[in-house]
């Protein structure tokens, strides 16, 4: 591993990779590896896996030091290209995120830290705020069926409601402690536990695949650990928000797709049907009603 600089940057052959997902991310990639100098002092390379951009910026930040363009040959989706820029490095530790996310100084450096409290810690995530400064909730509960159909349901209307409360456990002060499932727009992953479950299911092309692998991660007996000392602030949007009607519709069949999975077998098709019904039904009013998508 190499020495690193005064200021941490990148490194060759270090112990940390940055991976993000790149789709015409614009002026956004620049703040995210501009900030990200200041949040890690340790050396790093930034692999960034392009999902057919064609803005030219992730062309551009690839002409930076430590910072390399790895061309996906199509849109595989967020999982998908983030596995295949993991699987490009050697680093142990692999720092999954959008790159419309800016990091506050030293926020990469303090999730490192959290690595060597967590020894048995698959995947770490720190406080992720908005622009405007407020939380959002993005260590969470696993959906249950009925936490699910509650928050499905009222969350978009009645935020105070006991399912959406159950579910995005985001009340009150934010402490260091275990959560079934992290967002995966900053993911701090350690390798080891990545590769044994097999990265992200690329059949999700987009949501519900950071909630997917952190199950799967705590069924191997890994744990995902929420940071909250850590902070990092995401647009959020960026690369969809022209897109809306084919993100609603992604963001309900992956629902179904994980749902799906917890509920398999043939005496469960009946409330396969259920569910595939009600989420389609809605996706119709999500698109209708933009504040039923902003619930989720």
């Known amino acids: 591993m190499s020495e690193p600089a005064a200021h941490g940057g990148p490194g060759s052959n270090p112990a940390l990779a940055v991976v993000a997902v790149t789709f015409s991310p614009g002026e956004a990639l620049d703040r995210f590896l501009d900030t990200l100098e200041k ?3 340790a050396p790093y390379e930034v692999v960034l896996a392009d999902n057919g951009s064609t803005d030219g910026a992730p062309q551009r930040a690839a002409g930076r030091p430590g910072v ?3 061309e996906t040959g ?5 999982g998908g290209a983030a596995n295949r820029g993991v699987a490009s490095t050697r680093a142990p530790l692999v720092l999954v995120a959008n790159p419309d996310v800016t990091f506050e100084p030293g926020a990469l450096d303090t999730l490192l830290e959290a690595v060597g409290r967590w020894p048995h810690g698959g995947a770490f995530g720190p406080l992720i705020r908005r622009p ?3 939380r959002y909730p ?3 509960a696993l959906p249950s069926l009925w936490r699910g159909i509650g928050h499905a349901l009222c969350g978009w209307w009645w935020s105070g409601n006991p399912w959406t409360r159950a579910y995005r456990q985001d009340r009150g002060v934010p402490v260091e402690r275990e959560a079934g499932w992290l967002s995966g ?3 701090l992953l350690r390798r080891q536990a990545f590769d044994a479950v097999g990265g992200f299911d690329p059949g999700y092309f987009m949501y519900f695949e950071d909630t997917d692998l952190c ?3 705590g069924r191997a007996g890994w744990r995902c650990v929420y940071v909250p000392s850590a902070t990092v602030i995401h647009e959020g949007a960026h690369a969809t928000r022209h897109h809306r ?5 992604a963001h309900h069949r992956s629902a179904y797709r994980y749902l799906s999975r917890r509920y398999p077998g043939l005496r469960n098709l009946p409330l396969r049907a259920v569910l595939r019904a009600g989420l389609a039904a809605r996706a119709g009013l999500a698109r209708l009603l933009p504040e039923v998508g902003r619930g989720t």
């Open 185 to 187: 727009s900053c993911l």
């Open 215 to 217: 199950e799967r991660l």
């Open 74 to 78: 199509g849109n595989l989706g967020y």
């Open 39 to 41: 949040a890690v002092a």
């Open 132 to 134: 405007d400064g407020s």
């Open 245 to 249: 009607g084919a993100m609603v519709q």
């Open 138 to 140: 993005s260590a969470r």
């Open 68 to 70: 390399r363009l790895l």
